[in-house]
């Protein structure tokens, strides 16, 4: 979309224009908290569920990896979907399929039927590159990462509380949190349908690409500036994943850290990111710019992943450990901020929708790789690699152009035919990243599981 489609939806920065740009983001931040509470009170729940009907160990690595597979091919057809047939229809159509796929998953007791529930769960969240276009057609460019800081913060509390509620309701059986997270489904939905308005979007005139050159232009030119940002996200996405699939386990092996008592840590780690996210990101933003907050966010995380091995005691873990989710709230809200910065007009939704399909073949890879590697060449490898991948990601950041106006002018190409170029969203796909890892917890034996930082 254009800066002046954005302008519009401000109104010259009008009292009556900011409460209704605050309300659209209220409702985006509801219905992003009962989501992704949804989706987390089912998720752990996957392997014990495929397990009572007899399913096998490999057969719930399936089912787990099946929702980031269904994100992964779904999110640039929402994208595109949601540039040609607006913002609203797409977010409400992608609420309604993850509420279908939860009552599913609650009333099936066949494995294929689940498998396929699965799968919708994971298209109904392939939305989230549509909700940051959304942002970025209601937010101007200046608040934009403030504006991710607030959302992902409530989706981040819906990650937070979303397992905790799904364990106290199996005390009604197993199907009782599918049942539950179709209940706030429909919550959702019908907030959504009542209270968020389509947004105002540009009239540019836009020429219409294939997906698959849409995909394969981000290969051949990867140093556009949008493309760049893609390609920091992938990367990031990949190291944050890789260290996420291998840190229960390392806790496991380094500290005696069980399933019983590995909550604890979520509820640190996300706690700091919901602190950040909350409050402290947007005082960043203003102080430093979106560009500076990205590079140090990249700093951070590969700080905190390089010094976790070196930690020889809880009191030194908890105190590095705690710049992964400090670093996370920094680059991938303000990675996703500048996507949309140089998305030409018309293709904000196509861009966010392939920034998430290819941060979604990282958290699909990224524990896949650190696994084997924890394996086969020590405990401390997979935090070594991902700390060189992340600081691999800042020298690629501190190679971006500054300045909006350059930005702008650089990110025209990203489609070749000339077109305005339009501000985008800002919201990150930890959350989302967090739905496989989480669930992943239960697919292993106690004592050991998998954690994920939001």
């Not at 913060?153 to 539950?180: D, E, K, N, Y």
């Not at 290819?358 to 086969?376: D, E, K, N, T, Y």
Request: aromatic share 8%; hydrophobic share 55%.
């Amino acid at each position: 979309m254009s800066e002046p489609a954005a302008a519009s939806v401000d109104g010259a920065g009008s009292p009556a224009s900011q409460r209704t740009i605050f309300a659209r983001l209220v409702v985006l931040m509801a219905t992003g908290c009962l989501d992704l509470m949804g989706m987390l009170m089912v998720a752990p729940q996957v392997p014990f569920y495929t397990k009572r009907m007899g399913g096998s160990d490999t057969l719930v690595g399936v089912m787990l990896g099946a929702h980031a597979f269904a994100m992964l091919v779904t999110a640039p057809l929402w994208g595109r979907l949601s540039d040609r047939y607006g913002r609203r229809p797409v977010i409400l159509l992608g609420l309604v399929t993850g509420g279908v796929a939860f009552l599913v998953y609650a009333v099936t007791d066949n494995l294929w039927v689940l498998l396929l529930s699965r799968l919708a769960q994971g298209a109904g969240a392939g939305t989230i590159g549509v909700v940051q276009a959304y942002i970025s057609d209601t937010v101007e460019p200046k608040q934009r990462v403030k504006a991710l800081g607030w959302f992902t913060a409530a989706t981040s509390a819906g990650v937070m509380v979303g397992p905790v509620v799904g364990s106290l309701t199996t005390r009604w059986g197993l199907h009782a949190p599918g049942f539950v997270a179709a209940g706030l489904a429909l919550l959702n939905v019908s907030a959504a349908f009542f209270l968020l308005p389509e947004p105002p979007r540009s009239t540019s005139l836009s020429v219409r690409r294939h997906l698959r050159h849409a995909i394969a232009d981000v290969f051949r030119r990867p140093l556009l500036p949008a493309h760049r940002m893609i390609w920091i996200y992938t990367a990031g996405m990949m190291a944050f994943m890789a260290m996420n699939g291998v840190l229960a386990l390392f806790l496991n092996r380094r500290f005696g850290v069980t399933a019983g008592t590995i909550g604890y840590y979520y509820l640190y780690i996300g706690g700091i990111g919901l602190l950040m996210r909350g409050g402290l990101l947007g005082r960043l933003v203003d102080r430093l710019g979106d560009l500076r907050v990205l590079r140090y966010g990249a700093l951070s995380i590969a700080l905190g992943q390089l010094l976790v091995p070196f930690a020889g005691s809880v009191p030194v873990l908890v105190a590095v450990i705690a710049l992964v989710p400090i670093g996370t709230a920094m680059l991938f809200p303000a990675t996703t901020a500048q996507v949309s910065r140089h998305a030409p007009a018309g293709h904000v939704g196509e861009f966010m929708g392939l920034q998430q399909a290819m941060g979604g073949v990282s958290r699909v890879l990224g524990p896949v790789w650190a696994g084997a590697v924890f394996q086969h060449l020590g405990v401390s490898w997979p935090f070594w690699i991902a700390a060189t991948l992340m600081a691999a990601v800042g020298a690629l950041a501190w190679g971006a152009v500054t300045g909006e106006g350059a930005e702008a002018g650089q990110g025209v190409s990203a489609v070749a035919p000339p077109v305005s170029v339009g501000a985008g969203p800002t919201t990150s796909a930890e959350p989302l990243a967090a739905v496989e890892a989480v669930a992943a917890v239960a697919a292993v034996e106690p004592g050991s599981g998998r954690k994920v930082s939001v």
